[in-house]
């Protein structure tokens, strides 16, 4: 069983940063394709980013540019750096793990971005 844990969300201003982290609970997390996806108030949860066990990216065209995913395989760690956060950017952020067929998810983290 895999359990994700988000953390690093929170109120930042129009043009700021954060930092988001992913903990992998799982073995063998270099396996999984990880992901960040978002969700914002009465729209559908959508892809930010990904990156694969061999460390190739896939973004959005929205953030890219702007956001970096980045992985730790020795720490079972998967983070997403935000930069010029915009208040479009607001939504709960989730975790996703991905391996043949079997995806897993994490609770989420509120990213607000507001003056």
């Known amino acids: 069983q895999v359990q994700l844990v988000e953390s690093g969300g929170g109120l930042v201003q129009p043009g700021g940063s954060l930092r988001l982290s992913c903990a992998h609970s799982?073995?063998?997390?270099?396996?999984?394709?990880m992901g960040w996806y978002r969700q914002a108030p009465g729209k559908q949860r959508e892809l930010v980013a990904t990156?694969?066990?061999?460390?190739?990216?896939n973004y959005a065209d929205s953030v890219k540019g702007r956001f970096t995913i980045s992985r730790d395989n020795a720490k079972n760690l998967v983070d997403l750096q935000m930069n010029s956060l915009q208040p479009e950017d607001t939504a709960v952020y989730y975790c996703n793990a991905e391996n043949r067929g079997y995806v897993y998810w994490g609770k989420g983290t509120l990213v607000t971005v507001s003056s």
């Open positions: 990156i694969t066990p061999g460390g190739t990216t």
């Open positions: 799982g073995r063998l997390f270099v396996i999984y394709t």
